[in-house]
């Protein structure tokens, strides 16, 4: 076991799988290095094992990811070529709020030979706090699950004009086509794009003073957002005969008797699983998670939450997970396509 340790990098060559070993603050990088062939072993596809029957010995996998259709820095594509590199076999692309990168993304993973599952990160609230639920959407969307969608845009958009309408208080003409100029596409735009506009217009020096003057919480410019209820999202995924997954739990700065109020909510709405890894997490509150998972009977899911090259994360940067009795969620039977090897079928969005 390679502890202590992350595979930070790997050869390009998708024939050798040798890591570039670099220490780590924690965690080790899952990659098939562990498990598939050196140079000179006699080569079975690596691209078409099936998932690990438990989560301690999953390699390969990443089922948390975003591109530039939310605020990711990488095209669907080049985001699939990274996967591919660095050898995840099975991945989702999870962007916030949309679906518009999957089309992309599942036509790059077919032709590489990945799996990839069609899913997006949902906005919603719980008791006043945002949760972030990813859907995975095996079997593609409701009719439902499509006007949710508008719904989550409509209120990104309105958040939007109302950041510019007050900023144009403090001298930011056309606020919101200098955000969206400084978004460079046409994703939903987020404070930091105003932040951006406010530093180039030369109303701030950087963005840090851009947030602390007006754009953080309690500024001018922080509006907030009416997210729908977390039962309602949930209904959504349901419809669509997908799987409910609670996104990053250990994040949310709640205790862990909160934690079971809110799994218990969401397992009354229907929900069926949540993140046991999201990127670096402590170990200690990782194996007690895992048994608050397993207590609830929810399945788990592993992802890095990977945004941009260069950072901290990678595709497939995860802690270890612990030996438990959580199951993953690839056994759910809704997954059992994706968790196969081979070529990935065609999902209609
Ligand atoms: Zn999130
Ligand atoms: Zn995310």
């Known amino acids: 076991m390679l502890s202590g340790v992350s595979i930070d990098r790997v050869c390009r060559d998708p024939h050798h799988w040798w890591p570039i ?76 709020d949309t679906l518009d990168g999957v089309a992309e993304a599942s036509e790059r993973a077919r032709s590489l030979g990945l799996k990839l599952l069609p899913a997006a990160e949902l906005s919603c609230q719980w008791r006043g706090q945002g949760i972030h639920i990813v859907a995975m959407l095996p079997a593609g969307v409701s009719e439902g699950f499509t006007a949710g969608l508008g719904v989550l845009a409509n209120a990104r958009k309105a958040r939007s004009r109302e950041i510019a309408h007050r900023l144009e208080k403090i001298g930011l003409e056309d606020g919101l086509a200098r955000a969206r100029h400084e978004a460079g596409s046409e994703r939903p735009l987020g404070r930091p794009d105003f932040a951006a506009a406010l530093v180039t217009a030369g109303l701030v020096p950087d963005m840090p003073t851009a947030f602390k003057r007006y754009l953080g919480a309690g500024k001018r410019g922080d509006v907030k957002m009416h997210w729908p209820e977390l039962a309602t999202v949930v209904g959504w995924i349901r419809d669509s005969g997908g799987v409910a997954v609670i996104a990053h739990p250990l994040r949310y700065g709640m205790t862990r008797r909160k934690r079971d109020l809110l799994f218990t909510a969401f397992i009354e709405a229907g929900g069926e699983a949540a993140e046991l890894v999201s990127g670096y997490q402590n170990p200690n509150a990782t194996f007690d998670f895992a048994r608050q998972l397993h207590f609830h009977g929810l399945y788990g899911s592993l992802g890095s939450d990977f945004h941009y090259p260069g950072g901290a994360l990678a595709p497939g940067t995860i802690s270890p997970p612990p030996r438990s009795h959580v199951v993953p969620v690839w056994r759910h039977p809704a997954l059992a396509d994706f968790a196969t090897g081979g070529s990935a079928p065609s999902v209609t969005l």
């Open 21 to 96: 070993l670099t220490k780590t603050p924690c965690g080790v990088m899952r990659m098939p290095t562990e498990t598939s062939h050196r140079p000179g072993d006699p080569i079975s596809d690596p691209l078409s094992s099936p998932l690990a029957e438990t989560l301690d010995v999953a390699a390969g996998v990443d089922l948390h990811m975003h591109s530039r259709a939310s605020d990711g820095k990488l095209t669907p594509t080049e985001l699939v070529d990274l996967c591919h590199v660095r050898g995840i076999r099975h991945m989702a692309l999870t962007d916030h």
